[in-house]
């Protein structure tokens, strides 16, 4: 079966330093992953999305980046973060063309003070 | 371009009472699916329910249902014998074309002992 590995799932960190948040899908390949921001008691807000190796699609300007070094590993990161780059950080993965949606990480809920 | 719409941020329900939760939608895409998710408190997402458009049958999952109304591009989520576990934010989603899940800003759902 499938399984989907984010973490870490607390971070608390300074302004102006680095991030690297992981997330690994077992169980499938070729997936189509996603990386979400939700703050407190909002909606998901896309933020990358990949259809494969090297295929980063960035859906909104910002402090962030995506990379998927490997077919099931897609790392978020930033080099300096910001306070508004706080918030809840969910990963997930689909078949290619979500038809039966997505399967989500158990998130990484980032402090940035 | 693909809309979803929930126009009630907040509800509550009485335990082992029934509750619908409204979710409206705009695609031009003649084949779609629509889906619920679960947000409980631990903010783990979990799927509920799934709907194929061209399926005319609504579909169940134990004490979740949906209503579909094509025509109106309506998609309520009902919960029957509301408990306590059911207490969480619930999100519409819809996915049509080649394009990432589009999600509603989400219902708060309180269920009250």
């Known amino acids: 079966s499938q399984t989907i590995h984010q973490w870490p799932a607390t971070l608390v960190q300074p302004v102006g330093s680095p991030l690297s948040l992981e997330c690994t899908v077992e169980?499938?390949?070729?997936?189509?992953l996603y990386w979400y921001r939700q703050a407190a008691g909002r909606g998901l807000q896309l933020l990358f999305y990949?259809?494969?190796?090297?295929?980063i699609s960035s859906e909104v300007p910002q402090n962030l980046s995506a990379s998927r070094p490997q077919d099931r590993q897609f790392i978020l990161s930033s080099k300096k973060l910001l306070l508004s780059d706080s918030g809840f950080y969910l990963c997930?993965?689909?078949?290619?063309?979500?038809?039966?949606?997505?399967?989500f990480g158990s998130g990484t809920r980032l402090t940035v003070v | 371009a693909q809309t979803v719409t929930q126009s009630q941020p907040e509800m509550s329900v009485q335990e082992a009472e029934t509750v619908t939760l409204s979710c409206t939608y705009d695609?031009?895409?003649?084949?779609?699916?629509l889906f619920w998710y679960k947000q409980p408190p631990s903010r783990q997402m979990i799927l509920v329910i799934r709907?194929?458009?061209?399926?005319?049958q609504n579909a169940t999952e134990n004490r979740f249902s949906v209503n579909f109304q094509k025509a109106a591009k309506s998609f309520s989520l009902k919960i029957s014998d509301s408990q306590l576990g059911d207490t969480a934010m619930y999100f519409c989603?819809?996915?049509?074309?080649?394009?990432?899940?589009?999600f509603g800003k989400g219902t708060r759902l309180s269920v009250i002992a």
């Open positions: 997930a993965w689909s078949l290619a063309g979500p038809r039966y949606g997505y399967t």
């Open positions: 169980g499938t390949s070729n997936p189509n």
């Open positions: 990949s259809v494969g190796i090297g295929q």
């Open positions: 695609t031009s895409e003649s084949n779609y699916y």
């Open positions: 709907q194929e458009a061209y399926k005319q």
């Open positions: 989603a819809l996915f049509s074309g080649n394009t990432p899940l589009v």
